[in-house]
């Protein structure tokens, strides 16, 4: 008996670090989609009395799938500990207009496991919604920790608004690194001036920090402004690369100097891993 890792198809790089951290083995489940469009998951090895630990992210409607039907198939486990690095939905977690369901909680009411973990959900208000105890995870600290050996130039960790402070600060503070957030000043009926609130940004490298970078509009005009008001290289840093469409190439045309990721969602960009910190709440 003892511990055993089951990767969903969307986390199995993360899911092998994971369980390297661990000193333990991940088993070689078995996925596939039937022509009809409905998907398959398989854990090929024995699941019986042991304590599982799932690890699948949930960008899509399939990975969403795929996750309730590993849950299943470990339903003779002795514990099950379910990790959802990225969980898709979460950002519906309000019903902005009549007949809309709360999606994020929706989705958290069908994850039936001994304990949840998240990583940097948009909004911790929707763990109380899964059906056991629920914990979110940081991971500020590894992007800190990758910033501060990037050799920048007087560094500065910027969030793009006052609520992706929960995202910077942690990792600024931890690193001894100067933060701050753009403020938006209205100067007239239609000139709105948006620039670091407290911090001179002119001839520093900056990071633009955020937990998703999904389109990657707000951020492209962010890193416009902040070159026109003289920051040297603009950085951009998140814990959820979603990159939808041409996200990449609006965030290169803004004048992006480089990107980076945590592998909740494995992208090219993925250049840290929440591996570390998802092992330590395993041991738990």
Same mark, same amino acid.
């Given at each position: 008996m003892g511990l055993k890792i089951?990767?969903?198809?969307?986390? /199995?790089?993360?899911?092998?670090?994971?369980?390297?951290?661990?000193?333990?083995?991940?088993d070689l489940t078995d996925y596939k989609e039937f022509p009809d469009g409905e998907v398959y998951a398989r854990v090929t090895g024995e699941i019986k009395g042991q304590d599982v630990v799932v690890i699948q992210s949930t960008p899509t409607a399939d990975d969403y799938v795929y996750l309730l039907?590993?849950?299943?198939?470990?339903?003779?486990?002795?514990?099950?500990?379910?990790?959802?690095?990225?969980?898709?939905?979460?950002? /519906?977690d309000k019903r902005f207009h009549p007949g809309e369901p709360i999606s994020a909680r929706a989705i958290a009411k069908t994850i039936k496991a001994d304990r949840v973990f998240t990583v940097n959900i948009h909004d911790p208000s929707v763990l109380p919604y899964f059906p056991c105890p629920a914990t979110d995870l940081n991971a500020s600290g590894v992007i800190g920790?990758?910033?501060?050996?990037?050799?920048?130039?007087?560094?500065?960790?910027?969030?793009?608004?006052?609520?992706a402070l929960k995202i910077v600060k942690p990792a600024a503070e931890q690193y001894k690194l100067p933060y701050d957030y753009l403020e938006k000043t209205r100067i007239s009926g239609d000139e709105v001036k948006i620039a670091p609130k407290n911090l001179d940004i002119k001839?520093?490298?900056?990071?633009?920090?955020?937990?998703?970078?999904?389109t990657g509009g707000t951020i492209a005009e962010a890193i416009k402004l902040l070159k026109a008001q003289g920051a040297r290289e603009?950085?951009?840093?998140?814990?959820?690369?979603?990159?939808?469409?041409?996200?990449?190439?609006?965030?290169?045309?803004?004048?992006?100097?480089?990107?980076?990721?945590?592998?909740?969602l494995e992208k090219a960009t993925s250049k840290v891993s929440v591996a570390p910190i998802i092992a330590e709440a395993v041991k738990r």
């Open positions: 089951v990767a969903g198809p969307s986390s /199995q790089l993360l899911a092998t670090r994971t369980a390297s951290l661990l000193g333990v083995g991940v039907e590993l849950i299943d198939a470990c339903d003779e486990a002795k514990t099950l500990t379910v990790i959802i690095p990225y969980m898709g939905y979460a950002r /519906q920790n990758y910033v501060v050996n990037m050799s920048l130039y007087e560094p500065v960790l910027l969030a793009p608004d006052d609520g001839g520093r490298d900056v990071v633009l920090m955020d937990d998703i970078v999904s603009v950085h951009v840093a998140c814990i959820h690369a979603v990159l939808v469409r041409n996200a990449v190439l609006r965030l290169n045309n803004g004048g992006m100097r480089s990107i980076l990721s945590t592998d909740t």
